[in-house]
């Protein structure tokens, strides 16, 4: 075998008794706080004890390899839990891969999100002492079968609504907020998210859109915002009636999804009288499959 693709997701802990070492991964060796941890196993409880994030990856590079057709083997490495990315690369090295396509399940590039997928591959890399070439995507936030994928999704989503005088929903694009701080670098994600609303809302016609981010992290810095609770505040204050999350920034079902949004999110709305659904997610949807298809071969193709 000499060519491969390593799929990197965020990662989450198999069972509840892996949140403290998982959450202490996310804190770079800092154990978290009895509260803070009490806090997280809560929400894990809520959505039935574990994240199905790796199982829907696990399925996102089986349905891959076989859109590849061309018996390329797709790997699987999580950035904070099992499988890491660093066996994946050891798997890749002792599989015989030498030339390899490296993608982030998430389209909008960050220093601080995708960059730190990349210094994660760079620290296996070194460690394995493998002489794989990475191919490396850095983002693919406009690719035409992802944002068609989305408009499907949305499309459908809109079908939660009954016709009445309400009307059609105010869509909310949202994604993984981040340290404010990354401005300062010109740093390009608020501008290709953006960018990705921009595009479905074209494609659909919405007049009502708008870009939220959601699950800051716990830190005394600021983020970007507006966070996606705030929002929803916001559009009640203003009469809207029904809300609709078009998750861009995922593309997996996980607990940013599941609770964030599912229970968080819509317990906002509910205290504010409104309606609020979100599309489903894209997970293993054959025009994501399709996105990730084409841009593996372009890698093999243009690097």
Not at 201 to 208: F, N, V
Request: hydrophobic share 45%; glycine share 8%.
């Amino acid at each position: 075998m000499h060519r491969g693709v390593l799929l990197m997701a965020y990662g989450a802990p198999n069972s509840l008794a892996d949140v403290e070492p998982f959450y202490t991964d996310i804190r770079r060796g800092r154990k978290p706080s009895p509260e803070l941890l009490a806090e997280l196993m809560g929400r894990y409880e809520a959505i039935g004890g574990k994240s199905p994030l790796l199982d829907i990856t696990n399925r996102q590079a089986t349905a891959l390899a076989a859109s590849l057709g061309d018996g390329t083997r797709v790997y699987v490495g999580m950035r904070h839990w099992t499988p890491w990315i660093r066996e994946a690369v050891a798997a890749m090295a002792r599989d015989g891969v030498r030339d390899a396509a490296a993608l982030v399940l998430a389209p909008h590039y960050s220093r601080m999100s995708i960059g730190q997928y990349l210094l994660r591959l760079d620290e296996a890399v070194a460690e394995t002492k493998t002489d794989i070439h990475f191919r490396r995507i850095e983002s693919w936030h406009t690719h035409p079968a992802y944002i068609a994928a989305l408009v499907a999704r949305v499309q459908e989503a809109r079908q939660k609504f009954p016709a009445g005088p309400s009307g059609e929903p105010h869509v909310l694009f949202t994604a993984h907020s981040l340290p404010e701080r990354i401005r300062e670098w010109q740093d390009p994600y608020p501008a290709q998210l953006e960018e990705t609303g921009r595009l479905i809302a074209t494609r659909l016609g919405l007049s009502k859109w708008g870009i939220a981010y959601q699950s800051a992290g716990r830190t005394p810095e600021p983020w970007l915002g507006p966070d996606i609770v705030t929002m929803v505040d916001q559009l009640a204050e203003r009469g809207e009636k029904r809300v609709l999350i078009c998750v861009i920034g995922f593309v997996a079902d996980h607990l940013e999804v599941l609770y964030d949004i599912d229970v968080e999110a819509r317990a906002a709305a509910g205290r504010k009288g409104l309606q609020l659904e979100r599309i489903a997610m894209l997970n293993d949807d054959p025009g994501l499959v399709s996105a990730l298809a084409d841009l593996t071969r372009n890698a093999f193709r243009n690097a």
